[in-house]
């Protein structure tokens, strides 16, 4: 069981570059988020999703985007690549039944 | 809108130490209450939960927490922590609407052999 899946583990931007980082879920969960974990700061959301064709924004959504167009995927877009989005990244699942989120194993980003 | 702090940022600890990381939270209703646990180079992982009934509530690897509605705390605790157990600790609650939930800092802890 994979559980969720996200590509590329690690990359490197230049500034104003674009990219989509990946995430897909095998357990036919609902809700679907993406977080930015910075030294410190614990994890912010970004964005979620409680169900297909549905997408919110969390704490720190400015200069992301995000479609869910099946239950499975949650793809997290970034158009103009920042210095500020060098971060490591999580996507997480979950049942919508009490919370209880899986996490992927993260990719780490730098925009030099 | 909830909000969690974990006053301990760092936590160096020698091997049979024993172990205990502050969480409070504000008050929001009803409270559903989580530990993930964050090993070098690994992405989180559930620890222990709490939903209701019993507060104190047992997790993996001989970790525990205590729910004190009074205080708003969820600590955790580990009688003797070992090496394994370096890593970055991070309490959570759910928002009010129940559809994501709210992480707290963190606590990086080392353990020394």
């Known amino acids: 069981n994979a559980g969720v899946t996200q590509t590329p583990k690690f990359r490197i931007l230049k500034i104003g570059q674009s990219m989509t980082l990946q995430c897909a879920q095998d357990m036919n969960h609902n809700y679907m988020y993406w977080y930015r974990q910075d030294p410190g700061m614990g994890l912010k959301l970004i964005y979620y999703?409680?169900?297909?064709?549905?997408?919110d924004k969390g704490e720190v959504p400015n200069g992301y985007n995000v479609s869910r167009s099946t239950t499975e995927d949650f793809p997290l877009r970034l158009e103009l690549a920042a210095p500020s989005q060098t971060s490591v990244y999580f996507c997480a699942s979950a049942a919508g039944e009490r919370n209880i989120q899986y996490f992927g194993a993260g990719t780490r980003l730098s925009v030099l | 809108a909830q909000s969690v702090s974990q006053h301990n940022h760092h936590v160096i600890l020698s091997e049979a130490a024993s172990l205990e990381l502050g969480c409070n939270y504000s008050?929001?209703?009803?409270?559903?209450l989580f530990w993930y646990v964050q090993y070098p180079g690994q992405h989180l992982q559930l620890l222990l939960k709490y939903f209701s009934g019993d507060p104190l509530v047992k997790g993996i690897k001989g970790f525990e927490a205590e729910f004190i509605k009074s205080k708003f705390s969820f600590n955790l605790r580990k009688p003797s922590v070992q090496w394994s157990d370096t890593a970055e600790y991070f309490c959570?609650?759910?928002?009010?609407?129940?559809?994501?939930?709210?992480f707290g800092g963190g606590t990086r802890l080392m353990v020394k052999p």
């Open positions: 008050y929001g209703g009803t409270v559903n």
């Open positions: 959570a609650v759910p928002n009010n609407a129940g559809n994501m939930l709210t």
């Open positions: 999703s409680v169900g297909a064709g549905i997408t």
